[in-house]
């Protein structure tokens, strides 16, 4: 089983849409957990960490459910410039090593 | 704002070279990552640094080595480069704290000849 699941995409949506990514993770230790947007051909940028009651950012929502190791993004009122790869991340613990999704394509058009 | 910065956007070696990637931060974090993106493969762990002098082995570690002489400096070297490392490089250094994200280089674009 992969460590971090993500559905590939692309998502394929209007300007103004809302959208919800899901990600799944393996190991039940796992102790912290984020967003990053990547664009074509560039790196990887922090969009929020998520927290355990969940955390909003203008139109960004994270959620995370433990029981079930499941974190989802909710982007609101879908921007062009929203267009992207969203990775969801998390953290095992211990030097901070990273697990990355392989990511979820996001298509805004107008 | 943690400032990592990579030597090279782009870099073009051929078969049989030996490469250095660097990767400097600003913050005097004690870790430091590279990572290497592929599509399809989404980003994998070299290997990774959590003081100068020291290293940890990460998921393909395989025909990469690294070095760590100063605490902002993390280089990776790829002893004879062959085609199946043309990559996306990545460096990164975390925050300080288990719960803190990671801040990435612009990253080497490796074209191997």
């Known amino acids: 089983r992969k460590e971090v699941e993500q559905d590939p995409g692309p998502f394929n949506v209007p300007e103004g849409a809302t959208v919800a990514f899901n990600c799944t993770y393996s190991n039940s230790a796992s102790q912290s957990f984020f967003w990053y947007r990547q664009d074509c051909r560039k790196e990887p940028k922090l969009l929020m960490s998520v927290y355990s009651s969940g955390n909003e950012d203008g139109r960004f929502t994270a959620q995370l459910n433990r029981a079930s190791q499941y974190i989802s993004l909710l982007i609101r009122d879908s921007k062009l410039s929203d267009s992207a790869t969203y990775l969801c991340v998390v953290n095992i613990g211990g030097y901070s090593t990273l697990t990355f999704g392989k990511g979820t394509m996001l298509l805004v058009s107008p | 704002d943690v400032k990592v910065t990579q030597s090279s956007r782009y870099l073009v070696k051929r078969t049989g070279e030996k490469v250095f990637l660097e990767c400097v931060q600003d913050m005097d974090h004690e870790n430091m990552f590279w990572y290497r993106q592929d599509p399809g493969l989404g980003l994998r762990l070299i290997y990774f640094s959590y003081d100068v002098k020291m290293k940890e082995k990460g998921d393909i570690p395989e025909g990469y080595s690294v070095s760590r002489e100063k605490k902002e400096r993390f280089s990776l070297i790829l002893e004879s480069a062959s085609t199946n490392q043309t990559s996306m490089y990545l460096c990164?250094?975390?925050?300080?704290?288990?719960?803190?994200?990671?801040?990435f280089g612009d990253g080497t674009r490796l074209s191997i000849l």
């Open positions: 990164a250094t975390p925050g300080e704290g288990t719960d803190q994200p990671q801040h």
